[in-house]
């Protein structure tokens, strides 16, 4: 190389180190602050995926409604046949309507809290957790999204009211949707809960099938709470899903045309020790149950690395 490339080339050099120390210090990344607002946005924007998701997902969508309609149109139907010979002359489609109201947001619910164990395993959870927000903000926002989306399946449920025999009373549907929002939230909390140390999804769905199954056999949706074997009752009282499907019982039997007789054998009511039960404190201990178990899913996230 030439004497006066060198020169050319130092030249070049010293210009660009020149340039470099006139600029100052290079750019910093920009890292929004925290409090209040910055949790709040990342809330948002956890809630506003988990829409987005679901909206994406029409196949979810159908499918998470073939088992309601099944208990409706086919169980409902089919059982209708042997109660046409008894005293009373309820359809059990109107009988298993409030319980498939549960159903209808409790495995959409479910299914929302399961995506934090696909998000694990493509490596998406992780770069949630280093986000410069708290780990509660996101937990909050993933059961706020899934009881949103729950609850907007549900709306498909009461939709369909008047096919089982029961009024579109604007109260009534107010409660009922109410009602569902808090269902769907509790049961995403619970998800969530199980989803912070599950790692594979066949696992997650083997324990939550076990879980919700049973609760929701055992809560009372496909049959009175009222009467029932001591071994039952006793069963009936602890499952926290008793205390959700028999507020929407009540409510929906308090729209229909019955009997004293059809009303105390069908929407009796839970009773604890020969007292009833009120709706509003049913509501309390799911939304009770839901706070829980939302603190352990934080927590359980909190420790999570």
Known sequence: MSSAARAAGTGGADAAAEAARSAGPPAQIHVPSGGARGELRAIRIVWWRELIR???????IITSLVQPFLFLFILGTGLSTLSAHGHFRISLRTLFYPGVLCMAVMFTAMFSAASIVWDREFGFLREMMVAPVKRASLVLGKCLGGATVAAFQGLIVIAIAGLVGVPYEPLMLLEIFGLQLLVAFSI??????????????QSFMAVTQMAIM???FISGALFPVSGLPSWL???????????AVDPMRRIVFAHLKLGGAERLAFAGGVTWWGYRVPTLLEAGVVAALGLVMLGVAIAEFSRVD
Do not use: C, E
């Open 188 to 201: 995403t909390a619970f998800g969530v809960m199980a989803a912070a140390r599950i790692t594979q999804m």
């Open 214 to 216: 049973p609760m929701f």
């Open 54 to 60: 679901f909206s994406r997902d029409r196949l979810r």
């Open 233 to 243: 009752t006793v069963l009936n009282r602890i499952d926290p899903l008793t205390y």
